[in-house]
């Protein structure tokens, strides 16, 4: 339930070596799973098998099935029902989204129900660590970083307009950025660089260009290692900065040279994409929604229409989800079964989906993480 989350376990860092454990003493653990569209209908199930399999290292999972998307709006006018969000706010501990298949064209009344409960459960940090597996499991990976995207609003404010000129049509929208929302991202992403060996943070902005809004973002983030409350907490978190457009040319050149990365809500949503590439799939990178009070496991990916029904979707984000989830819960030790399960099973390489050279299917791929765990 939304008040019960005690704030330090949110800030339990996605590290793997570093993450502290809370140890919450529930009984049960309440979860929303919301599949959504398309494929996420066929890899939320295995996030959910993969947490079944934990037995008694978690609370006993007790599982919600909730409804939303595009496919829930077109059968009921609806994308994001008032019962979802009342079950996840009152009744739920945390909880697991798939993904949309939100139209590109404009359709009236419809509203992605992503963007929608982000900014409804308050979810205002998208995490996304992308890590590469090592031939070795005692060699460090060579891309591990994560990004650190703010998750409610930017252009995500969704306020937009089309007017007829004369010299014909002209849109606009507007792009929201404040000193409260930069503070908390920044706080969330100074937490998450303590919490890593390498301790490095990258502030990524625009505003060589938009020096009102990113020119805001920047300073706010920057400024969070001075904040009063703060009391020299930060004081071994280096930090640097990089222009957005350049970040990504760094990012493919030299991913190395990157720790935790804290970006505005778009770019942070291109460069976890991007990043996905440098580690061989968008079917293997995970986030979490993260707020104060609730947090939410969700694939990178979308809805992948072009792979639907063939039973060779990559479940392996998913499963990182719902592992990033626990350690973000304080289930260290769940998470860690989770993680090293997932990464046994890219290090062998025997079973794996298209999208990573492999021929499994879904199902395969699940059984063999499974076994592990
Ligand atoms: P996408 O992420 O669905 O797919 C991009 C490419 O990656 C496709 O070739 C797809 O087959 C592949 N891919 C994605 N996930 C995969 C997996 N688990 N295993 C194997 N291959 C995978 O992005 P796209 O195609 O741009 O968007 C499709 C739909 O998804 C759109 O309606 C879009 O609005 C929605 N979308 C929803 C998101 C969400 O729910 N958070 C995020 C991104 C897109
Ligand atoms: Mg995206």
Do not use: W
């Not at 949309?100 to 064209?105: D, K, L, M």
């Not at 938009?210 to 805001?216: A, E, F, I, K």
């Amino acid at each position: 339930m939304m008040q019960r989350l005690p704030l330090r376990s949110l800030r339990a860092p996605p590290s793997r070596a570093l993450a502290t454990s809370a140890s919450p003493t529930r009984q049960s653990l309440k979860i929303g799973l919301i599949p959504g569209d398309g494929i996420g209908v066929e890899v939320i199930p295995a996030a959910k098998a993969a947490i079944v399999a934990l037995g008694s290292d978690i609370p006993k999972p007790d599982f919600v099935d909730l409804d939303a998307g595009f496919e829930c709006f077109t059968r009921t006018g609806v994308a994001l029902p008032e019962e979802t969000v009342r079950v996840l706010e009152e009744e739920c501990d945390c909880a697991i989204f798939g993904a949309v298949s939100s139209p590109t064209r404009r359709v009236v009344g419809y509203s992605s129900p992503i963007v929608g409960l982000r900014k409804r459960l308050d979810l205002y940090a998208n995490v996304r660590p992308v890590t590469s597996v090592a031939a070795d499991p005692n060699e460090k990976p060579d891309v591990d970083l994560v990004v650190v995207r703010e998750n409610t609003e930017c252009l995500y404010v969704k306020q937009e307009e089309l007017k007829h000129t004369e010299n014909g049509k002209e849109a606009r929208a507007t792009r929201l950025i404040t000193e409260r929302a930069s503070r908390r991202i920044g706080q969330m992403a100074f937490d998450i660089a303590l919490g890593r060996p390498r301790k490095h943070l990258t502030v990524i902005h625009k505003s060589n260009v938009l020096s009102v809004t990113d020119g805001l973002f920047r300073e706010t983030v920057r400024e969070v290692p001075t904040l009063p409350e703060v009391n020299g907490k930060y004081n071994d978190v280096q930090v640097a900065e990089q222009i957005v457009d350049s970040a990504v040319y760094r990012l493919f050149r030299e991913p190395q040279i990157y720790d935790v990365m804290v970006a505005p809500n778009l770019y942070g949503d291109i460069l976890s994409d991007a990043a996905a590439a440098l580690v061989g799939s968008l079917g293997l990178v995970p986030s979490v929604n993260a707020g104060d009070k609730f947090i939410m496991g969700e694939p990178v990916h979308g809805s992948a229409p072009d792979i639907l029904g063939l039973d060779i979707a990559n479940p392996l984000a998913s499963i990182r989800s719902a592992a990033l989830m626990l350690r973000f819960l304080g289930y260290v030790k769940g998470a860690d079964r989770i993680d090293r399960a997932v990464d046994e099973v890219i290090r062998e390489g025997t079973v794996l989906t298209p999208d990573l050279g492999g021929k499994g299917k879904t199902s395969e791929v699940v059984e063999a993480v499974l076994k592990k765990i």
